[in-house]
């Protein structure tokens, strides 16, 4: 197909280069018969070469129509102006020549159009090699494939004809094997039987004889056996109750116990208790302390003097201020009046804090006595274990 392609390619490509070649109008004119009733007219028509669908650069050159009025010959070029040249021979077989090849004669087609048919016919003859060649090609292959399943389904059929043989001897030795345990099998049944029959037989013969001289033997062990089975219902007896005695005085204790701790557990939540109420309560009255102390002393109007932003390394200024001797007796007074309102306010605060170290030493006695009775009651007796 793709050579088919191909030819028809190269074809079109000829053909279009022919046909845009420039033709000279003597290789396109030829003389029209004379018409029968104008002698003196003569036409000249235009050939072309035929249309094609395949070739782009084709031209058609028709004659001129009727409504255009009546055929005119092509322009001819001006004849140049006669030159005083000396015409030899030789010059003018240089003219003819160049002539012919400036206008290719009706030869000159006949050859290009056969070396073109000889290489059409060429090609098609390469192609119908080409097509032959491909089917002798496809019928090898496909012989060669149908040879190849031949053989494939030859091989299957030899592999199954041999697993199937190979299945048969297989089930055929399994059956054997299975024949000779199954006939096994039955051959130990039979010697079993054979020998529970002896036994049974020898069972009944001895037990078959007269016990007479055993039958007070049998008595006595009769006997023995009510008087141990008497004995052991007694001891059952007696160690179940023991078992339950001890059972109850178990339970007994550990109720005591139990009830203990349970008191134990109450005594230390209500002592818990009342520590709290008795710690709250004092802290409370520190709380009241703290705010009596502090109304008192913000009801003096005291406050320190705020200390210095800065000090130098060295000693260039005082680091305390000393007043002048005009102000200094104003400012005693005024001093003595204060440390008298902090002396008084020094005494209350005094009081008010011994108060609370007092009320803090008994909270603290309190607590540890508490906690020594804790301690006393948490730790087991020796009674008690």
């Known amino acids: 197909m793709r050579n088919e392609i191909r030819r028809r390619s190269l074809v079109n490509l000829k053909d279009v280069k022919e046909n845009q070649r420039v033709r000279q109008p003597s290789e396109i004119t030829e003389e029209a018969e004379e018409d029968a009733n104008n002698n003196s007219t003569s036409s000249k028509k235009l050939l072309s070469r035929p249309s094609t669908s395949e070739s782009g650069g084709t031209y058609l050159l028709s004659p001129a129509s009727k409504t255009d009025g009546?055929?005119?010959?092509?322009?001819?070029?001006?004849?140049?102006a006669p030159r005083n040249l000396p015409s030899t021979h030789a010059e003018e077989e240089k003219k003819t020549s160049r002539n012919a090849k400036d206008h290719p004669t009706p030869s000159t087609f006949t050859s290009a159009s056969s070396q073109h048919d000889a290489w059409l016919k060429k090609k098609l003859e390469e192609e119908r090699k080409r097509k032959a060649r491909q089917r002798a090609e496809a019928a090898k292959k496909e012989e060669e494939e149908k040879?190849?399943?031949?053989?494939?389904?030859?091989?299957?059929?030899?592999?199954?004809?041999?697993?199937?043989?190979?299945?048969?001897?297989?089930?055929?030795?399994?059956?054997?094997?299975?024949?000779?345990?199954?006939?096994?099998?039955?051959?130990?049944?039979?010697?079993?039987?054979?020998?529970?029959?002896?036994?049974?037989?020898?069972?009944?013969?001895?037990?078959?004889?007269?016990?007479?001289?055993?039958?007070?033997?049998?008595?006595?062990?009769?006997?023995?056996?009510?008087e141990?089975?008497?004995?052991?219902?007694?001891?059952?007896?007696?160690?179940?109750?023991?078992?339950?005695?001890?059972?109850?005085?178990?339970?007994?204790?550990?109720?005591?116990?139990?009830?203990?701790?349970?008191?134990?557990?109450?005594?230390?939540?209500?002592?818990?208790?009342?520590?709290?109420?008795?710690?709250?309560?004092?802290?409370?009255?520190l709380k009241e302390n703290e705010r009596l102390l502090a109304q008192s002393i913000s009801s003096l109007n005291f406050s320190e003097?705020?200390?210095?932003?800065?000090?130098?390394?060295?000693?260039?200024?005082?680091r305390q201020f000393v007043p002048s001797s005009k102000n200094r007796h104003e400012i005693i007074v005024e001093l003595s009046t204060a440390g008298l309102a902090v002396d008084c306010g020094a005494h209350q605060a005094r009081s008010a804090t011994s108060r609370e170290h007092d009320l803090h030493n008994d909270t603290c006695t309190a607590t540890a006595f508490g906690n020594t009775m804790l301690a006393s009651q948490s730790t087991p007796s020796p009674s008690g274990q």
Not at 240 to 258: Q, T
Not at 305 to 318: E, I, Q, R, V, Y
Request: proline fraction near 9%.
């Open 228 to 285: 141990a089975k008497k004995e052991a219902e007694k001891a059952f007896e007696a160690w179940k109750r023991n078992k339950d005695k001890a059972e109850l005085a178990r339970k007994r204790e550990l109720a005591e116990k139990e009830e203990v701790k349970r008191k134990q557990l109450e005594e230390e939540r209500e002592y818990r208790e009342l520590l709290a109420q008795q710690t709250y309560e004092t802290w409370l009255e």
């Open 70 to 80: 009546p055929a005119k010959s092509p322009p001819k070029p001006p004849a140049p």
């Open 147 to 226: 040879e190849r399943k031949e053989n494939a389904k030859k091989l299957f059929e030899r592999w199954k004809a041999e697993r199937d043989e190979k299945a048969r001897e297989e089930r055929k030795q399994r059956r054997v094997k299975e024949k000779e345990k199954q006939q096994a099998e039955e051959e130990a049944k039979k010697q079993k039987l054979k020998e529970a029959e002896k036994t049974f037989e020898a069972w009944k013969r001895s037990h078959s004889r007269p016990r007479t001289s055993s039958s007070k033997s049998d008595l006595e062990k009769q006997k023995q056996k009510e």
């Open 305 to 318: 003097p705020p200390p210095l932003p800065w000090l130098p390394p060295s000693n260039t200024c005082p």
